[in-house]
C-alpha cells in the first residue's frame, strides 16, 4: 500500500478531507496500518463535521459565492488576468483564461464588484446576494482608448507607467494579433502595426527575411537593424545569416557575425509564443541602451503563467504559400521568329510568355520537376500546444510548436520545431524569480540557391522566345528558350541552413521595501547554424548547354557558424515622496554585453564521383579553410532621476557612460545624456473641454550611438608563405586608434488625445535627428604601402519625420460594431556634411541616403532625317543643378535645368530619388457581427516616395524579349539605353508607389452552447489571406518590361535591386484555436 503525504489536503470548494491510496494487494502489516489509518481519518472528519455542523448558524447563513465571465465589450473575447474584487471585504482574485472568474465566502448583503485590468477602464457592479446563494455577474470591460497606466519596461530602469515617459512607445498585442490572423514570421506581425517601422523587402524565398529600419537609415556602413530583447536579454539581431545565396552584396559592417546570407534571425522565435512587443524608435528613447541603441529597440514579451488551474490551448493552421500571378507578374514577352538578334521586322515578332511555356514543357517531360506546374502551392502547416496555470507561488507557462512552411517551387521549404518554458517563483513578498528559456530547431532548403548567374526567376526574365522549340526546333535542344539554365539545372544546386538556438533568461526582482527595489537581469541567447552550398558533379555538358561552372567538377561550401550574445542588467530605484503631491524617483544601473561569432568554413572543389557530396570527397589541395573569430565587449553605467507631480507632470533626466571594445586606443569612453517631459493635462481639475476625455502632451532629448566595426581600431595581418616553408606576415588591413562611434541626437515631441468617451483616439510624433561622425571609409595613398582603407567618424546624416496612429469605433451595440484604425509615418534624410571625404556615386552632399542616381537625364533624341530606326542623334541632357544650400563644391545634382547636348554633360551624378519609402500608411477596418461572434477585417498599406530599382528588367531589355528593344524604333530610348548617354531610368528605376491589400480574413467563435459538450471552454475558426491584391500602383512597366513587384527587392538598407531573388508570395490560411 502506497499513501503519498502529497496527495493529502483540504479542498476548499468541497470543504473536506480528500486521501488517494493506492495499490491492490495489501499485506497483513499494511492491512493494519491502514486500519490505523482510517480509524485516525475517521475521528478526524466526525471531528471537523461536527465543528462544521455545530458552529453558528448566522456563520453559515452569511456564506454565499459571486461568479461570472470578464469580457471585452468590443470583441467579445474573454479576458485573462483582470482582477476582480470587493474592496470593503479585502476579498477578491484574478479570472482565467476564459475569462471567468469565483469568489468564494461572500457575506449576505449588497456590494460593489470591481473589475480592473491594465489597458481596460475600470467597471463597478452592485451585487446583492443572499444567504446560500450563488450569484451570476457578468462583466464587459471598455478597452482604455491610451493606456496611461500600462507598465512599459523597453526603455526604463525596471518598469514604469506609460503615463510618466516623455518618448513614444508603440505596443504590440501579439496574442491579440495571433488570435485572429495567420503569422508565420515578425514581418507579418509588425508590418502595417507600427508606425515608423518599414522592412526593406519582401521575399518570395522561403525561410529568408527582411531588415528592419526603424525612423529610417542614418548611417552609410552600419546596419539599420535596432537591438532586440527577448524577456529583458539581449539576443542575437542579424539579418544575413543563412549560407550565401543569391545576392553578393557587401554585408553591413556591424553584422560582424553574419554569413552574408539573407535570413532573418528574428523570424526564429514563435509568434504564438509572444504576449506583447514593445517598440522604442530613437535616441532620445534609447539613451539608457547606449552605444547601439541609435536605431532604436525592440522588446519581445513572451506569455507568462498565471495563477489557477491548467489551462490548455492548442491550435492548428493548415494553407498555402502561392505566386498569385506569375504569367502577369513576367508580362508580354516579344521575339523574333527569323532571328535572335536585333532589330526585328515587325512583321516577324510574335508573342509569348516563358511561364506560361515552361508548364508546357514540364506537362511535355522536357526536363524533370517535382510539381505539376513550375510553381505550386506550397503548403503551410503550424501546430501549437501550450499550458500555463500555478499557483500563488509558481506560476508556469509550457508550449511546443512545429511548423512547416513550403515555397512556390517544390523544394524550397522550411521547418521548425520550437518549445518554451516560462517559470516564476514568488520566494516572499520581496523577492521574485522570473525564467524564461526557448529552444529551436530547424532545417531550411532555399529556392533560389546559387550565389551568382541567375535563379529560376531570372532565366525566365531574360527568356529568348526564338529558341522555342514551337518556334526554332533544334536551335538550341536543351534550353528551349531559358536564358542560361534550366529549372532542373536550378533544382539540382542545394542550398540550407540547419539551425539550433537556445535562448534563456533568469529575471530577480527584489522589493526590498515600499521605497527600494532592484532587478537582475541575466541570460544568453546561442545559436548553432550548419550553412551548405552544394554543386553535385555533372559530367561535360554538350554543345548549347550553359551549366553553372561549379559543376564541371562539383564544389561544395560547408560552414558552421555560431552566434552567442551574453548579457547582465542591474538596475534599482529609490521611490520617495517628500511631500504628498511629489514623487521623486532615482535609479541608477549597470548594463554588460558580449557578442561572439565563430565560423569554421571550408570550400571543396573537384568531386570524386557524381555521388560526392561531403568536404573530404575534394582532394586535399583544391580545399580552402576560413577561420573567423570576432568577439565584442559593451558595458554601461547610468543613472536617472524622474520628478512626478500630482501622478500628472513628470520630469526625468538620465546619463549613461558607455565603453565599447571595438572603440579606438585613443578614444575615451562615450557620454549619452537624455531629458524628457510629459503633461497629463486632461486630469487637471480645470479641465473642462467635456470633448476631449483625455489628453497627454510629451516631448523627449537624447543621445545613443552605433559601435564602429569590431575590428575598425585593429591593424590586422595576413598570413603567407614564408621562406623554407615557413609563414610570414603582411598587413592586411588597417585600423584608427581614434575610431569611435556613430552619435545620433534627436528630439521629439507629441501628444496622446482621446475624445468622445474614447470613441476617437489617437497619437502624434515628430522628429529630427542629427546623425554625426558617421563612419566612412578612407582609402590610403598607395606610397604608404598599406592595402584597403581605414574607418573615420567623418559624415552626418539628418533624419526627420512624423508618426501617426488613430483609431476610431464608429458604432457598436450588442450585436453589431464596427471600427477603424490609421496609421501613418513620413521618414526623410540627408546627407549634411562630409568633412574631408571626396563624395562618391550616391555619397554626395544634399543627397538622401541610400539614393537612386543617374549620370545622364535624357530628354530627347532623333533619328536622322528618313531614318525610323539606328543610332540617334541630337541627344540632349538635363545637366542638373546643385543641391539646396550646396554652392561651391563637387557635389550631386538635382534634376529641372534646361536640356544641353548629352555629350556636354559632367561626371556629377544626377538624384533620380531616395531608395527608401517616405510615407506609409495603413487602413485597418474590423466589422464584428452576431453579438461579436463574429469579425470581418481587412488592412490596406500604401507606401511612397521610393524609387524602386528592378535591374532584372534592365537585362529583359538587353537579353531583347520586350518590343521596344526588338523593334529598335524609339530613338530616346535608343540613347540612352543601346547608346553610350546611359540613362538608368530607361534601364531600371521606377516609381515604386502602391496600395496592397495586406490581410484580408474572418474569425468566428463558437458559442458556449455547441461547444459545452466536447469539454472545451472556447473555440474559434479563422481564415486569413495575406498580400493577395495589388489595388494600385503607380508604374507597371518599364519601357515595356512589366514590373514584378514594388516590394521585390534585396537585402540591403535600401530593398534596391533584385537579381537573383523571387518575387513575393501570398498566402491563404485557416486556424483552428481551441482552450479548455
Excluded at 366 to 388: H, I, K, Q, T
Excluded at 733 to 749: I, K, L, Q, R
Excluded at 776 to 805: K, Y
Excluded at 948 to 971: D, F, K, M, V
Aim: charged share 20%.
Amino acid at each position: 500500500m502506497m499513501c503519498d503525504p502529497s496527495q493529502l489536503r483540504l479542498n476548499p470548494a468541497l470543504s473536506r478531507w480528500r486521501v488517494r491510496v493506492e495499490g491492490s494487494a495489501l499485506k497483513t502489516e499494511d492491512q493494519q496500518m491502514y486500519r490505523r489509518i482510517r480509524l485516525r481519518m475517521t475521528l478526524t472528519l466526525g471531528a471537523l463535521a461536527a465543528m462544521l455542523l455545530f458552529a453558528p448558524l448566522d456563520v453559515a447563513a452569511q456564506g454565499g459565492s459571486i461568479t461570472g465571465r470578464v469580457t471585452d465589450s468590443q470583441t467579445g473575447q474573454a479576458v485573462a488576468a483582470a482582477q476582480v474584487f470587493i474592496a470593503e471585504l479585502d476579498l477578491g482574485g484574478l479570472t482565467r483564461q476564459n475569462g471567468s472568474y469565483l469568489l468564494l465566502n461572500v457575506p449576505i448583503g449588497t456590494h460593489t464588484v470591481t473589475v480592473q485590468r491594465i489597458g481596460y477602464r475600470t467597471t463597478t457592479e452592485s451585487v446583492t446576494l443572499g444567504a446560500g446563494e450563488t450569484m451570476a455577474q457578468n462583466f464587459e470591460i471598455t478597452e482604455e482608448a491610451l493606456s496611461l497606466d500600462e507598465i512599459i519596461v523597453t526603455g526604463t530602469p525596471g518598469g514604469t507607467q506609460k503615463r510618466a515617459i516623455g518618448n513614444v512607445v508603440t505596443t504590440v498585442d501579439a496574442a491579440a494579433v495571433t488570435e485572429r490572423v495567420a503569422i508565420a514570421n515578425m514581418q507579418d506581425m509588425l508590418a502595417g502595426r507600427t508606425p515608423g517601422l518599414q522592412f526593406t523587402r519582401l521575399s518570395g524565398n522561403v525561410g529568408t527575411g527582411s531588415s528592419i529600419k526603424i525612423r529610417g537609415v542614418g548611417s552609410f556602413n552600419l546596419s539599420s537593424n535596432p537591438l532586440i530583447y527577448v524577456d529583458g536579454v539581449r539576443v542575437n539581431n542579424q539579418s544575413r545569416a543563412g549560407p550565401m545565396l543569391g545576392y553578393r552584396y557587401a554585408i553591413m559592417q556591424d553584422e560582424a557575425g553574419s554569413t552574408g546570407g539573407e535570413v532573418s534571425v528574428l523570424d526564429d522565435f514563435n509568434p504564438e509564443d509572444i504576449e506583447s512587443i514593445e517598440i522604442i524608435k530613437g535616441p532620445a528613447a534609447a539613451t539608457l541602451y547606449g552605444t547601439e541603441a541609435s536605431a532604436g529597440v525592440i522588446q519581445i514579451i513572451t506569455k507568462k503563467g498565471r495563477e489557477g488551474a491548467p489551462q490548455f490551448s492548442a491550435s492548428v493552421r493548415q494553407g498555402v504559400n502561392y505566386m498569385s500571378d506569375p504569367a502577369g507578374d513576367l508580362g508580354t514577352m516579344y521575339a523574333c521568329k527569323t532571328s535572335s538578334r536585333t532589330p526585328c521586322a515587325e512583321s516577324d515578332l510574335f508573342t509569348y510568355n516563358m511561364y506560361d511555356e515552361a508548364n508546357r514543357y514540364i506537362r511535355e517531360g522536357a526536363f524533370p520537376w517535382g510539381s505539376e506546374n513550375l510553381f505550386r502551392n506550397g503548403l503551410s502547416s503550424s501546430y501549437d500546444l501550450g499550458v500555463r496555470g500555478g499557483t500563488s507561488n509558481i506560476r508556469y507557462f509550457l508550449s511546443t510548436n512545429y511548423e512547416d512552411e513550403g515555397g512556390a517551387v517544390w523544394y524550397n521549404n522550411d521547418k521548425t520545431f520550437r518549445t518554451r518554458a516560462n517559470v516564476s517563483v514568488v520566494f516572499s513578498e520581496s523577492i521574485t524569480l522570473d525564467v524564461s528559456t526557448g529552444y529551436v530547431d530547424g532545417n531550411t532548403r532555399f529556392a533560389t540557391p546559387v550565389r551568382s548567374d541567375g535563379g529560376i526567376w531570372q532565366d525566365l526574365r531574360w527568356a529568348n522566345g526564338y529558341f522555342l522549340d514551337t518556334n526554332a526546333p533544334g536551335a538550341n535542344e536543351r534550353l528551349y528558350g531559358f536564358q542560361e539554365h534550366l529549372p532542373s539545372d536550378v533544382a539540382n544546386i542545394t542550398a540550407t541552413r540547419d539551425y539550433t538556438r537556445f535562448t534563456g533568461s533568469a529575471t530577480v526582482n527584489h522589493n526590498f521595501s515600499s521605497w527600494l527595489n532592484q532587478r537582475v537581469v541575466v541570460g544568453i541567447d546561442k545559436g548553432w547554424d550548419t550553412n551548405q552550398v552544394l554543386f553535385p558533379w555533372n559530367p561535360a555538358p554538350p554543345p548549347n548547354q550553359a551549366v553553372y561552372s561549379e559543376t564541371v567538377s562539383g564544389t561544395i561550401d560547408y560552414g558552421n557558424p555560431m552566434t552567442e550574445v551574453q548579457s547582465l542588467d542591474y538596475s534599482a530605484t529609490i521611490d520617495y515622496s517628500p511631500v504628498g503631491f511629489l514623487d521623486l524617483k532615482t535609479s541608477f544601473g549597470a548594463q554588460y554585453s558580449m557578442r561572439r561569432f565563430e565560423n569554421l568554413r571550408t570550400q571543396g572543389e573537384g568531386f570524386a564521383s557524381p555521388l560526392s557530396r561531403s568536404v573530404n570527397q575534394t582532394p586535399v589541395e583544391r580545399l580552402t579553410l576560413t577561420y573567423d573569430y570576432i568577439e565584442n565587449k559593451s558595458l554601461g553605467f547610468y543613472v536617472q532621476e524622474q520628478i512626478g507631480w500630482n501622478d500628472r507632470l513628470f520630469l526625468t533626466g538620465a546619463v549613461r557612460f558607455d565603453d565599447n571594445s571595438a572603440f579606438g586606443a585613443d578614444f575615451e569612453a562615450q557620454i549619452y545624456p537624455k531629458f524628457s517631459g510629459t503633461y497629463v493635462v486632461s486630469e487637471e481639475s480645470f479641465w473642462n473641454f467635456d470633448l476631449i476625455n483625455s489628453l497627454r502632451v510629451r516631448g523627449a532629448w537624447g543621445k545613443a550611438g552605433r559601435q564602429p566595426s569590431v575590428f575598425a581600431a585593429t591593424n590586422l595581418w595576413g598570413v603567407i608563405p614564408g621562406p623554407g616553408g615557413t609563414a610570414a606576415l603582411r598587413p592586411s588591413s588597417p585600423g584608427n586608434p581614434d575610431v569611435g562611434p556613430e552619435v545620433s541626437t534627436e528630439y521629439e515631441g507629441g501628444f496622446d488625445m482621446a475624445i468622445m468617451d474614447d470613441r476617437i483616439s489617437g497619437e502624434f510624433t515628430f522628429f529630427r535627428q542629427q546623425n554625426k561622425d558617421a563612419l566612412l571609409n578612407a582609402g590610403f595613398a598607395p606610397s604608404l604601402g598599406l592595402p584597403g582603407a581605414v574607418q573615420s567618424n567623418v559624415g552626418q546624416i539628418d533624419t526627420w519625420g512624423w508618426e501617426a496612429s488613430l483609431n476610431t469605433r464608429v458604432y457598436e451595440n450588442d450585436d453589431f460594431s464596427f471600427e477603424i484604425n490609421f496609421m501613418g509615418d513620413h521618414t526623410n534624410n540627408e546627407i549634411v556634411d562630409l568633412a574631408t571625404f571626396a563624395p562618391t556615386g550616391g555619397i554626395q552632399i544634399g543627397y538622401p541616403f541610400p539614393s537612386a542616381r543617374t549620370r545622364y537625364w535624357v530628354t530627347g533624341a532623333e533619328f536622322p532625317a528618313g531614318e525610323t530606326r539606328g543610332t540617334p542623334i541630337n541627344a540632349m541632357c538635363d545637366p542638373g543643378f546643385p543641391a539646396e544650400g550646396v554652392t561651391g563644391a563637387a557635389s550631386g545634382r538635382r534634376p529641372g535645368a534646361t536640356p544641353i547636348p548629352c555629350a556636354d554633360v559632367g561626371t556629377d551624378p544626377i538624384l533620380i530619388g531616395p531608395e527608401f519609402y517616405t510615407y506609409i500608411f495603413s487602413i485597418q477596418p474590423t466589422l464584428s457581427l452576431l453579438d461579436n461572434s463574429l469579425q470581418l477585417f481587412a488592412m490596406a498599406q500604401g507606401q511612397f516616395g521610393r524609387t524602386a530599382s528592378e535591374n532584372a528588367a534592365e537585362w529583359g531589355h538587353i537579353y531583347n524579349n520586350t518590343r521596344i528593344s526588338q523593334l529598335e524604333n524609339n530613338a530616346l530610348w535608343q540613347a540612352a539605353d543601346r547608346g553610350r548617354f546611359t540613362d538608368n531610368r530607361t534601364k531600371r528605376y521606377y516609381d515604386g508607389d502602391f496600395w496592397k491589400l495586406r490581410e484580408l480574413g474572418a474569425r468566428y467563435r463558437f458559442p458556449a452552447s455547441l461547444i459545452g459538450v466536447t469539454g472545451a471552454e472556447s473555440m474559434s475558426l479563422a481564415v486569413s489571406a495575406r498580400n493577395v491584391f495589388t489595388l494600385w500602383r503607380a508604374q507597371t512597366d518599364i519601357y515595356g518590361v512589366q514590373i514584378s513587384d514594388p516590394e521585390y527587392g534585396a537585402p540591403t538598407q535600401g530593398g534596391g535591386g533584385n537579381y537573383w531573388n523571387m518575387p513575393p508570395l501570398a498566402s491563404l490560411h485557416m486556424t483552428l484555436r481551441v482552450t479548455f
